[in-house]
């Protein structure tokens, strides 16, 4: 979640948790759906990755969501981290064991989504997203090399060219995975943002997407959504935030601090991104998973 220090967040609107009760309380739950998955035609475009139907049944699942707790990253301006509170937990007078809990957190932090109006007036809200755009074969694009060597990389035209090179057009809806090899930095802080000075956004350094890979990307390949690694889908120094511009404008959310995106092929993998539906939200926490044949035919 990117911001300046001029940023100003809305109020917290998490409230202390009532004294606790014993047989009342309110509580949230993420589900995951197994449903049968096939590929989607290929439309006009030479060449494109194999999206072959997959078997859920045998197939591998990668869990790439962070928990949430006392070590997710923020960005630095956000007022508060996660907040996770006891309402109930012990034997009731029944005799049974029970547990429940609340729990307060920024929209934007740890494994999360951008909801197109994060950066576009009168753009769809979390709750507004189509589920279509959160389930859809991923391609992984790996920039890891060149980002260990500049922690400020962002994706370029090259980059896709090659990849494209190597493995056919990109998909119209799919999403786009950008894998630098930062996840290997959380949950440190300042090894992953370059900076851990509160409330100062203005000395972070992570790679991420480019502004031209995002107008290829978004305007012309058609990508669902766009993932990455790193805090942001625009790289650390940025001040602008074209790419969350650009992803914004175009309807398509983001999907921000990945996890274990070095566990997914280059394609082949189906992707499941279900964010909390916050009505009118900007974005909210993401249970994403990514399923992978067993068979090992897909490529790194």
Not at 22 to 30: H, K, L, N, Y
Not at 118 to 137: M, N
Not at 159 to 169: V, Y
Request: charged residues 25%; aromatic residues 10%; hydrophobic residues 40%.
């Amino acid at each position: 979640m990117p911001g300046s220090d001029a940023f100003r967040f809305g109020s917290r609107v998490c409230r202390s948790p009532p004294r606790r009760r014993r047989f009342r309380t309110s509580v949230f739950a993420a589900w995951a759906l197994a449903l049968p998955i096939a590929a989607s035609p290929a439309s006009a475009a030479p060449e494109k990755p194999s999206t072959s139907s997959l078997d859920i049944g045998t197939a591998k699942i990668v869990d790439l969501t962070y928990p949430f707790d006392d070590k997710t990253i923020y960005w630095p301006t956000a007022p508060f981290n996660f907040d996770l509170k006891s309402l109930a937990f012990g034997e009731t007078p029944g005799g049974y064991f029970y547990a429940a809990n609340s729990f307060c957190t920024p929209e934007h932090g740890g494994t999360h989504l951008d909801a197109p109006v994060h950066f576009a007036k009168g753009g769809k809200t979390a709750d507004e997203i189509s589920v279509r755009k959160l389930i859809a074969p991923g391609v992984v694009i790996d920039v890891s090399a060149k980002a260990s060597a500049d922690p400020d990389y962002r994706l370029s035209m090259d980059d896709l060219r090659g990849w494209e090179k190597k493995h056919g057009a990109i998909p119209s809806g799919a999403i786009a995975l950008l894998r630098t090899g930062w996840g290997k930095k959380w949950p440190d802080k300042k090894r992953y943002l370059g900076d851990d000075t509160p409330g100062d956004a203005s000395k972070l350094h992570f790679p991420s997407f480019g502004k031209e890979a995002a107008q290829y990307l978004v305007p012309q390949r058609r990508v669902g959504a766009l993932g990455v690694d790193t805090a942001s889908i625009d790289h650390g120094p940025s001040k602008d935030f074209v790419v969350h511009r650009i992803a914004s404008a175009a309807a398509v959310p983001g999907f921000e601090n990945i996890a274990n995106l070095d566990q997914l092929p280059e394609t082949g993998a189906w992707i499941i991104a279900l964010p909390i539906k916050i009505a009118g939200g900007s974005g909210g926490p993401l249970r994403i998973v990514g399923l992978v044949s067993a068979d090992g035919e897909t490529r790194r």
